[in-house]
């Protein structure tokens, strides 16, 4: 089980600015709770209007169990909503012992609603077993209509469903 609590669970960060903008922790949250979450924007202003410009958050590298493997985890997306040529965010599995095998697992046209917070759960079974590396991309595409606040992650979670193993009497 993986779940954000604090900031420090070993996620990487990939960035084209130099200025910590694009994907960081922070308590910036658009529910006001103060809680650690991941944030794709600009702790200067509030917003991601810094251009065109993309980003990648990395989960630490992580052991799937065999079995039913379920990933969850809670976004707001405030971007722009009716296209998806911009402002893509996609969620891509790296898969095996060299993590070369890309599979992506889920893409914002999935998202069911924007502008306030949404659980998404996607299955992670056709990985079972294997070492992994969750990766959420964010890339604006352009520099227009990029006045919202961004995109928040929270509460990611992994839960798996292990076969039963039959009692020696």
Do not use: M
């Not at 296209?83 to 095996?96: E, K, R």
């Not at 992506?104 to 079972?128: G, I, N, R, Y």
Request: hydrophobic share 40%; glycine share 8%.
């Amino acid at each position: 089980t993986l779940v954000f609590l604090t900031g420090d669970e070993g996620f990487s960060f990939d960035n084209n600015d130099e200025l910590g903008r694009g994907w960081h922790w922070s308590t910036h949250d658009p529910a006001g709770l103060d809680q650690a979450l991941l944030w794709y924007g600009d702790p200067e202003t509030g917003d991601f209007d810094f251009g065109d410009h993309a980003g990648t958050a990395r989960s630490p590298l992580l052991e799937l169990p065999d079995g039913q493997v379920t990933l969850r985890f809670d976004l707001f997306v405030d971007t722009e909503v009716k296209t998806t040529s911009y402002d893509i965010l996609t969620l891509t599995a790296y898969l095996g012992p060299d993590l070369a095998e890309a599979q992506v697992l889920w893409t914002k046209a999935e998202l069911p609603a924007f502008s306030q917070w949404v659980t998404v759960q996607v299955d992670l079974s056709a990985a079972a077993g294997r070492p992994v590396t969750l990766a959420w991309r964010y890339d604006t595409g352009d520099s227009i209509n990029n006045t919202g606040a961004g995109v928040f992650l929270d509460n990611v979670l992994i839960t798996a469903t292990c076969d039963a193993k039959p009692s020696e009497d």
